[in-house]
């Protein structure tokens, strides 16, 4: 496969991208029937057509491909299953984790790298790159993109600059750079609920409750099988949940909160305020396994609390699944019993026997492959969820060659003219819900992720 570093004009991105939609859509398909469905001029088609095979998106294929007939057939040209379609990026509190899928819909692989806190946002953006690059190479990706799933941490209130400190209004430009869109945006732990409910724990349930329990706390709901948003996408912010009105300050602004005592950094600080020895998750992970009695004491508490917070809201929304991931969800059974027993003792009667509680099954790319689902916008989970859809039309053209038929081929409305250019798109739901399709790829996610790189904190 050629690599390539220029940038595609709009409207050259616009026909490659009908092309590359007829082809998902239909499959092989020839020059000839190509032409009569995308109502783009036979140069302009040629082109565009030289632009794709040159990039590898898409490529000749080969006889068993091909239907058979009588004579030479015509070359037909197919999706390279090779070159990326949708991306998916987590950017966590202390790790980026990524993960590709191809033009046709199959997981082109997962990688994660962890950095040191606080790391700069160009840089973080700089090392997501890096990461899909070493997944697909080259630059065929960002020719057969159909966009970008990202997930960042805390709720999002419908723009860059609504961060408090507007910290994220630069990283639009970031993104689009580096990816060239276009580029969805939501909190990254609601994007790993979207996950394990799409292919992970909770998978074919309509009502789970996710808990991701890291160096932050954080959740996603999903209600009648539909992942809920809230109304300043706060929903999910279940590590402000207050659990201890006498207790530490929280980075939001309240007091005891259960990011506070179920974090991993609350959990490591009171593991050595009780005389424990063991300055990172490793440690904890080896006291636990040796029995460590100020381990295990402690766990039984913050195992408790998690508990009472998850029964009040079963109670609430109802769920019949509880998901709980992240690192410390890792140490097992001296931490989920206890979550479990308060769970049990605080939960209505009518529903203490049918709530399920389950560890997350994606791992720590969760996050990532739910920004796929996010970008590819057909799972049933996100039927009533807020998504902008960008235009992708080519822009106008003169044709200085007429051909017949066009105006009443099935692509001609949308073809090489009378439609506006194509432009840079960054969205976060503000657009109106519509109806998707049921997601059908990826229908053997469950033994994927591929993990590639070093294995990367949350």
Known sequence: MRQFTEVVPPARRGHEQAVLGLLRAYGPLNRGELSRRCGLSRTTLHDTL?????????????????????????????LNPAAGQA????????????????VTYEIVGTAGEAH??????????????RLVRGLLGGEVWRRALKGVGVGVVGPLAGAWDGAPDGVLSGVAALLLERFGGPVLLDNNTRLAALAESTWGAAAGDQDALYLRLSYGVGGGVVAGGVLHRGADGVSGEIGHVPVDPAGRPCECGGTGCLETV????AVLDAYRARGGRGDDLPALTAAVEARDPIALGLLSEVGGQIGRVLAALSNAIGPRVIVIGGELAELGAPLLEPVRKALDAGAVPISRHRLTLRRAALGDVAGALGGVALALGE????????APEPDLAPEPEP??????????????????????????????????ARPRLPLTPLPSLPSLPVSRGRRAAS
């Open 87 to 102: 991306l998916g990026i987590d950017f966590s509190r202390r790790a980026v984790h990524v993960a590709a899928v191809g």
């Open 50 to 78: 030289s632009g794709l095979l040159a990039a590898g998106a898409v490529v000749t294929a080969t006889p068993d491909e091909a239907p058979r007939g009588r004579g030479r057939p015509a070359e037909r040209l197919v």
């Open 399 to 432: 044709d200085p060659e007429p051909e017949p038929g066009l105006a009443d081929s099935p692509g001609g409305g949308r073809g090489g003219r009378g439609g506006p250019p194509p432009r840079p798109f960054v969205g976060w739901g503000t657009a109106q």
């Open 262 to 265: 179920a974090s991993i950094r």
């Open 116 to 129: 040191a806190p606080g790391l700069p946002w160009p840089d973080r953006v700089a090392l997501a790159e």
């Open 379 to 386: 799972s049933p989970l996100l039927s009533r969820y807020p």
